[in-house]
Protein backbone atom coordinates (compact mmCIF):
# COMPACT_ATOMS: atom_id res chain seq x y z
CA UNK A 1 0.00 0.00 0.00
CA UNK A 2 2.34 2.68 -1.23
CA UNK A 3 1.74 6.59 0.44
CA UNK A 4 -0.54 8.75 -1.90
CA UNK A 5 2.70 11.64 -2.20
CA UNK A 6 5.51 8.59 -2.42
CA UNK A 7 8.16 8.95 -5.04
CA UNK A 8 11.45 6.56 -4.96
CA UNK A 9 14.37 8.47 -4.42
CA UNK A 10 16.55 8.81 -7.95
CA UNK A 11 19.68 7.35 -5.29
CA UNK A 12 17.83 5.04 -4.15
CA UNK A 13 19.34 1.11 -4.89
CA UNK A 14 16.71 -1.34 -5.57
CA UNK A 15 15.81 -3.51 -3.25
CA UNK A 16 16.17 -7.06 -3.11
CA UNK A 17 13.83 -9.27 -1.68
CA UNK A 18 14.43 -13.26 -0.99
CA UNK A 19 11.94 -16.01 -0.12
CA UNK A 20 13.51 -17.95 3.09
CA UNK A 21 10.63 -20.76 3.51
CA UNK A 22 7.92 -19.05 5.35
CA UNK A 23 9.98 -15.76 5.55
CA UNK A 24 11.80 -12.81 3.32
CA UNK A 25 14.91 -10.98 3.30
CA UNK A 26 15.00 -7.65 1.83
CA UNK A 27 17.99 -6.19 1.35
CA UNK A 28 19.01 -2.50 0.01
CA UNK A 29 17.14 -0.84 2.43
CA UNK A 30 19.41 1.38 3.85
CA UNK A 31 18.23 4.73 6.78
CA UNK A 32 16.50 1.99 8.65
CA UNK A 33 16.11 0.96 12.05
CA UNK A 34 13.61 -0.89 13.79
CA UNK A 35 13.98 0.58 17.06
CA UNK A 36 13.87 4.10 15.77
CA UNK A 37 10.53 3.65 13.73
CA UNK A 38 8.64 1.70 16.39
CA UNK A 39 9.43 3.45 19.60
CA UNK A 40 9.41 7.27 18.12
CA UNK A 41 5.78 7.42 19.17
CA UNK A 42 3.72 6.77 16.15
CA UNK A 43 2.51 3.21 16.80
CA UNK A 44 1.27 1.12 19.38
CA UNK A 45 0.65 -2.24 18.00
CA UNK A 46 4.59 -3.67 17.86
CA UNK A 47 6.20 -5.57 20.53
CA UNK A 48 9.96 -5.67 21.02
CA UNK A 49 11.35 -9.26 21.66
CA UNK A 50 14.53 -10.02 23.66
CA UNK A 51 16.69 -10.48 20.35
CA UNK A 52 15.41 -7.16 19.24
CA UNK A 53 12.69 -8.46 16.75
CA UNK A 54 9.53 -6.96 16.72
CA UNK A 55 6.42 -8.48 16.14
CA UNK A 56 2.97 -6.99 15.60
CA UNK A 57 0.28 -6.40 12.93
CA UNK A 58 -1.08 -4.42 10.63
CA UNK A 59 -3.41 -4.64 7.44
CA UNK A 60 -5.11 -7.77 9.11
CA UNK A 61 -1.57 -9.72 9.08
CA UNK A 62 0.64 -10.72 11.75
CA UNK A 63 4.53 -10.74 11.38
CA UNK A 64 7.63 -10.75 13.59
CA UNK A 65 10.22 -8.44 11.72
CA UNK A 66 14.39 -8.77 12.65
CA UNK A 67 16.59 -6.32 11.44
CA UNK A 68 20.64 -6.55 11.00
CA UNK A 69 22.28 -3.40 10.73
CA UNK A 70 25.35 -5.02 9.27
CA UNK A 71 24.20 -6.79 6.40
CA UNK A 72 21.74 -3.74 6.45
CA UNK A 73 18.91 -6.49 5.53
CA UNK A 74 15.56 -6.62 6.75
CA UNK A 75 14.09 -10.20 7.41
CA UNK A 76 10.12 -10.35 7.74
CA UNK A 77 8.84 -13.82 8.93
CA UNK A 78 5.69 -15.11 8.81
CA UNK A 79 4.90 -13.54 5.17
CA UNK A 80 5.23 -13.84 1.27
CA UNK A 81 6.71 -11.83 -1.65
CA UNK A 82 3.41 -10.59 -2.43
CA UNK A 83 2.46 -9.46 0.97
CA UNK A 84 5.53 -7.66 1.22
CA UNK A 85 5.01 -5.64 -2.15
CA UNK A 86 1.58 -5.00 -1.24
CA UNK A 87 1.33 -4.11 2.50
CA UNK A 88 4.64 -4.17 3.58
CA UNK A 89 6.51 -2.04 1.47
CA UNK A 90 4.53 0.55 1.94
CA UNK A 91 3.82 0.56 5.38
CA UNK A 92 7.26 0.83 5.88
CA UNK A 93 7.71 3.73 3.33
CA UNK A 94 10.85 2.13 1.70
CA UNK A 95 10.40 3.97 -1.38
CA UNK A 96 11.05 7.50 -0.07
CA UNK A 97 14.73 8.76 -0.08
CA UNK A 98 15.34 9.55 3.90
CA UNK A 99 19.38 10.11 3.23
CA UNK A 100 18.10 12.74 0.79
CA UNK A 101 15.58 14.63 3.19
CA UNK A 102 17.98 14.13 5.95
CA UNK A 103 20.46 16.04 4.10
CA UNK A 104 18.12 18.45 3.16
CA UNK A 105 16.82 19.03 6.92
CA UNK A 106 20.49 19.06 8.10
CA UNK A 107 21.83 21.89 5.25
CA UNK A 108 18.41 24.05 5.90
CA UNK A 109 18.39 23.92 9.68
CA UNK A 110 22.08 22.79 11.30
CA UNK A 111 20.37 22.82 14.78
CA UNK A 112 18.36 19.46 14.02
CA UNK A 113 21.25 18.11 12.52
CA UNK A 114 22.13 16.16 16.37
CA UNK A 115 18.37 15.05 16.14
CA UNK A 116 18.44 13.55 13.05
CA UNK A 117 21.83 11.32 13.32
CA UNK A 118 20.39 10.35 17.02
CA UNK A 119 17.29 8.69 15.30
CA UNK A 120 18.73 8.41 12.00
CA UNK A 121 16.57 5.11 11.06
CA UNK A 122 13.56 6.89 11.68
CA UNK A 123 10.85 6.56 8.49
CA UNK A 124 6.79 7.41 8.87
CA UNK A 125 4.69 4.52 8.86
CA UNK A 126 1.46 4.54 6.51
CA UNK A 127 -1.14 2.69 9.16
CA UNK A 128 -4.15 2.01 8.53
CA UNK A 129 -6.47 5.63 8.79
CA UNK A 130 -9.61 3.86 11.37
CA UNK A 131 -6.54 2.02 13.22
CA UNK A 132 -4.66 5.48 13.66
CA UNK A 133 -8.30 7.48 14.61
CA UNK A 134 -8.49 4.71 17.10
CA UNK A 135 -5.23 5.22 18.52
CA UNK A 136 -4.47 8.48 18.87
CA UNK A 137 -8.22 9.05 20.15
CA UNK A 138 -6.64 6.56 23.18
CA UNK A 139 -3.04 8.77 23.32
CA UNK A 140 -4.55 12.23 24.98
CA UNK A 141 -3.11 12.64 28.01
CA UNK A 142 -1.56 9.21 28.32
CA UNK A 143 1.65 7.55 28.36
CA UNK A 144 2.74 5.13 25.81
CA UNK A 145 2.86 1.99 28.20
CA UNK A 146 -0.88 2.60 29.04
CA UNK A 147 -1.86 3.58 25.34
CA UNK A 148 -0.48 -0.12 24.38
CA UNK A 149 -2.51 -1.86 27.05
CA UNK A 150 -5.44 0.18 26.75
CA UNK A 151 -5.18 -0.21 22.51
CA UNK A 152 -4.73 -3.81 23.31
CA UNK A 153 -7.52 -4.42 25.30
CA UNK A 154 -10.01 -2.61 22.90
CA UNK A 155 -9.03 -4.85 20.39
CA UNK A 156 -9.55 -7.95 22.66
CA UNK A 157 -12.43 -7.17 23.86
CA UNK A 158 -14.48 -5.66 21.13
CA UNK A 159 -12.55 -6.84 17.65
CA UNK A 160 -11.82 -10.17 15.92
CA UNK A 161 -8.86 -12.68 16.13
CA UNK A 162 -6.34 -12.64 13.84
CA UNK A 163 -4.57 -15.04 14.35
CA UNK A 164 -1.88 -17.15 16.83
CA UNK A 165 1.65 -16.16 16.39
CA UNK A 166 4.20 -17.74 18.42
CA UNK A 167 1.31 -18.41 21.47
CA UNK A 168 0.19 -15.07 21.40
CA UNK A 169 -3.14 -14.44 20.30
CA UNK A 170 -3.88 -11.01 18.05
CA UNK A 171 -6.94 -9.07 17.76
CA UNK A 172 -7.59 -6.64 14.88
CA UNK A 173 -9.21 -3.30 16.56
CA UNK A 174 -13.03 -2.98 16.18
CA UNK A 175 -15.07 -1.92 13.23
CA UNK A 176 -16.99 1.53 13.24
CA UNK A 177 -19.98 -0.69 13.16
CA UNK A 178 -19.27 -2.46 15.77
CA UNK A 179 -18.13 0.29 17.68
CA UNK A 180 -21.29 2.57 16.82
CA UNK A 181 -23.00 0.13 18.88
CA UNK A 182 -21.33 -0.44 21.67
CA UNK A 183 -22.59 1.54 25.13
CA UNK A 184 -19.48 3.31 27.40
CA UNK A 185 -19.97 0.37 30.05
CA UNK A 186 -19.36 -2.15 27.16
CA UNK A 187 -15.49 -0.54 27.07
CA UNK A 188 -14.94 -0.01 30.83
CA UNK A 189 -12.68 -3.36 30.77
CA UNK A 190 -10.84 -1.50 28.27
CA UNK A 191 -9.81 1.44 31.18
CA UNK A 192 -9.92 4.20 28.49
CA UNK A 193 -11.83 6.60 31.06
CA UNK A 194 -13.63 9.90 29.19
CA UNK A 195 -12.15 8.44 25.92
CA UNK A 196 -14.69 6.05 25.88
CA UNK A 197 -17.37 8.57 24.42
CA UNK A 198 -14.82 9.64 21.51
CA UNK A 199 -14.52 6.06 20.50
CA UNK A 200 -18.05 5.83 20.31
CA UNK A 201 -19.13 8.85 18.96
CA UNK A 202 -16.41 8.67 16.08
CA UNK A 203 -17.30 5.87 15.14
CA UNK A 204 -20.82 7.04 14.84
CA UNK A 205 -20.14 9.52 12.75
CA UNK A 206 -18.09 7.41 10.27
CA UNK A 207 -20.19 4.38 9.99
CA UNK A 208 -23.02 7.38 8.84
CA UNK A 209 -20.51 8.92 6.40
CA UNK A 210 -19.30 5.74 5.44
CA UNK A 211 -15.50 4.77 5.82
CA UNK A 212 -14.72 6.14 2.30
CA UNK A 213 -14.84 9.45 3.56
CA UNK A 214 -12.14 8.94 6.18
CA UNK A 215 -9.84 7.14 3.08
CA UNK A 216 -10.53 9.78 1.05
CA UNK A 217 -8.22 12.22 3.41
CA UNK A 218 -5.54 10.45 2.26
CA UNK A 219 -6.00 11.08 -1.61
CA UNK A 220 -3.24 13.63 -2.93
CA UNK A 221 -5.12 16.37 -3.73
CA UNK A 222 -6.23 16.75 0.41
CA UNK A 223 -4.24 19.51 1.85
CA UNK A 224 -2.64 18.32 5.35
CA UNK A 225 -5.22 21.18 6.71
CA UNK A 226 -8.06 20.18 4.90
CA UNK A 227 -7.14 16.90 6.29
CA UNK A 228 -6.45 18.45 9.68
CA UNK A 229 -9.78 20.17 9.69
CA UNK A 230 -11.97 17.21 8.19
CA UNK A 231 -10.81 15.23 11.22
CA UNK A 232 -11.39 18.19 13.53
CA UNK A 233 -15.38 17.07 12.96
CA UNK A 234 -14.99 14.09 14.81
CA UNK A 235 -15.43 13.96 18.16
CA UNK A 236 -12.45 14.45 20.80
CA UNK A 237 -9.99 15.00 17.71
CA UNK A 238 -8.47 18.53 17.82
CA UNK A 239 -5.00 19.94 15.83
CA UNK A 240 -3.07 17.41 17.62
CA UNK A 241 -4.17 14.36 17.16
CA UNK A 242 -5.57 15.31 13.87
CA UNK A 243 -2.03 16.38 12.54
CA UNK A 244 -1.18 13.13 14.11
CA UNK A 245 -3.49 11.12 12.14
CA UNK A 246 -2.55 12.98 9.24
CA UNK A 247 1.03 12.50 9.15
CA UNK A 248 0.76 8.67 10.30
CA UNK A 249 -1.86 7.44 8.19
CA UNK A 250 -2.58 9.73 5.36
CA UNK A 251 0.84 10.60 3.39
CA UNK A 252 0.49 14.13 4.80
CA UNK A 253 4.82 14.41 5.21
CA UNK A 254 4.21 18.47 5.96
CA UNK A 255 1.92 18.06 9.28
CA UNK A 256 3.90 18.92 12.40
CA UNK A 257 1.99 17.31 15.94
CA UNK A 258 2.67 19.28 18.47
CA UNK A 259 2.80 17.64 21.62
CA UNK A 260 3.92 18.32 25.49
CA UNK A 261 7.63 16.82 24.33
CA UNK A 262 7.86 18.50 21.07
CA UNK A 263 7.09 22.24 23.01
CA UNK A 264 9.98 21.53 25.38
CA UNK A 265 12.16 20.30 22.37
CA UNK A 266 11.23 23.16 20.35
CA UNK A 267 11.71 25.39 23.35
CA UNK A 268 15.22 24.09 24.13
CA UNK A 269 16.75 24.13 20.64
CA UNK A 270 14.91 27.00 19.09
CA UNK A 271 13.99 29.69 22.29
CA UNK A 272 10.12 29.11 21.64
CA UNK A 273 7.95 29.67 24.05
CA UNK A 274 6.43 26.46 25.41
CA UNK A 275 3.24 27.60 25.07
CA UNK A 276 3.10 29.59 21.88
CA UNK A 277 1.54 26.74 19.41
CA UNK A 278 1.29 28.96 17.03
CA UNK A 279 4.94 30.37 16.77
CA UNK A 280 6.33 26.47 16.61
CA UNK A 281 3.73 25.46 13.84
CA UNK A 282 4.34 29.08 11.57
CA UNK A 283 8.33 28.14 12.25
CA UNK A 284 8.02 24.21 11.13
CA UNK A 285 6.19 25.69 8.20
CA UNK A 286 8.56 27.42 6.69
CA UNK A 287 11.95 25.63 8.16
CA UNK A 288 11.27 22.27 7.66
CA UNK A 289 9.06 22.29 4.73
CA UNK A 290 8.08 20.23 3.02
CA UNK A 291 9.12 17.46 5.79
CA UNK A 292 7.71 18.90 8.87
CA UNK A 293 6.35 15.43 10.06
CA UNK A 294 9.90 14.16 9.39
CA UNK A 295 11.20 16.63 11.53
CA UNK A 296 8.87 16.60 13.94
CA UNK A 297 9.51 12.46 14.39
CA UNK A 298 13.26 13.19 14.74
CA UNK A 299 12.86 15.89 17.45
CA UNK A 300 10.38 13.65 19.35
CA UNK A 301 13.06 10.85 19.28
CA UNK A 302 15.59 12.93 20.62
CA UNK A 303 13.84 14.55 23.29
CA UNK A 304 12.55 11.73 24.69
CA UNK A 305 15.70 9.39 24.45
CA UNK A 306 18.63 11.56 24.71
CA UNK A 307 19.58 11.94 28.22
CA UNK A 308 20.64 15.31 29.49
CA UNK A 309 18.60 17.35 26.47
Not at 48 to 63: L, N, P, Q
Request: proline share 4%.
Amino acid sequence: MPRNDQVAGASLPALQVHTCGSDIEITGIRDFDLDHIFDCGQCFRWNRGEDGSYTGTAYGRIVRMVWDPAKQMLRICGTTPEDFHDIWRGYLDLDRDYGQIKSYLAERDPVIRDAIGFGSGIRILNQEKWETVLSFLISQNNNIPRIRKCIDSLAETMGRKIGTYDGRDYYALPSPEVLAEAAAEDLEPCRLGYRAKYLIQTAKLVEKEGMDVLEALGQPEVTAEEARQSLCRYSGIGPKVANCISLFSMGKIDSFPIDVWVRKVMNRLYGIEENNVKAMTDFASKQFCPYGGIAQQYLFYYITHKNGL
